[in-house]
């Protein structure tokens, strides 16, 4: 059961133009939610990150938004530029006890191209 | 800076065998989470190590164990490897009180094949 889905495994867009990210979640107790790049041959980046008691978080280029009803959040990049061609990662966790830090759960990953 | 780093960067082994791999936590991080990922997906949670204990733990069976030193530093250990568990293992660093609902940093990723 993946409690965190991103439908579309790829992307295509424009050099200038806006990059929207689509991320689904199932499990009513995430309430921290991440987006990561990545790579070939690297590993995650963390890219920008946006608590359950907001909707927006905005971070230069980039802007996370959260609709809570729709367990629905998007990744916008604006504007697009070559050098965001990576796979992105969206990531969820929910509170836990005190002595543990977050588990991330992951989605399956878009694949972006910017397009010169 | 030194970020998260990872050893070795790949591996092959046959089926049966026991792999051990590493990773050192960016600095001034005091938790280490493994992750497996597959093939066309995302990263899959393993354990989590703290004051060197196991945290947390995704389900994994008890062929996958770990341990956290006291420099912080940790190891995957995989007992009596199947096909199945060909992947990139991710290692993550984060700072348990660090008061940013603990962004976890990864290393590059051990690449684990077996045959």
């Known amino acids: 059961d993946q409690q965190v889905k991103q439908n579309s495994p790829s992307l295509s867009v424009q050099e200038g133009r806006i990059s929207i990210l689509n991320c689904d979640y199932t499990n009513s107790m995430f309430d921290y939610f991440l987006w990561y790049k990545k790579y070939p041959a690297e590993g995650p980046t963390f890219l920008i990150s946006?608590?359950?008691?907001?909707d927006k978080n905005e971070d230069g280029r980039f802007t996370v938004f959260l609709n809570k009803s729709a367990k629905h959040l998007s990744l916008h990049i604006v504007p697009s530029q070559p050098g965001d061609s990576a796979v992105y990662f969206c990531?969820?966790?929910?509170?836990?006890?005190?002595?543990?830090?977050?588990?991330?759960?992951f989605g399956s990953g878009t694949q972006l191209t910017v397009l010169p | 800076d030194a970020g998260v780093t990872q050893s070795p960067t790949h591996l092959i082994k046959t089926r049966g065998q026991q792999v051990t791999l590493r990773c050192s936590p960016k600095?001034?991080?005091?938790?280490v989470s493994w992750y497996q990922q597959a093939l066309g997906q995302g990263p899959q949670f393993i354990f989590q190590?703290?004051?060197?204990?196991?945290?947390q733990r995704g389900n994994f069976p008890d062929r996958f164990s770990g341990h956290q030193f006291p420099n912080y530093s940790s190891e995957l250990n995989v007992n009596a490897l199947l096909l199945g568990d060909s992947a990139l293992y991710l290692c993550?660093?984060?700072?348990?009180?660090?008061?940013?609902?603990?962004?976890?940093?990864f290393g590059p990723g051990t690449r684990l094949t077996v045959l």
């Open positions: 993550a660093s984060s700072l348990l009180a660090g008061g940013s609902r603990d962004t976890q940093y």
């Open positions: 600095s001034g991080h005091d938790t």
């Open positions: 190590y703290y004051e060197e204990e196991e945290r």
């Open positions: 946006i608590s359950s008691i907001k």
């Open positions: 990531a969820a966790s929910s509170s836990i006890s005190s002595g543990s830090a977050r588990q991330l759960t």
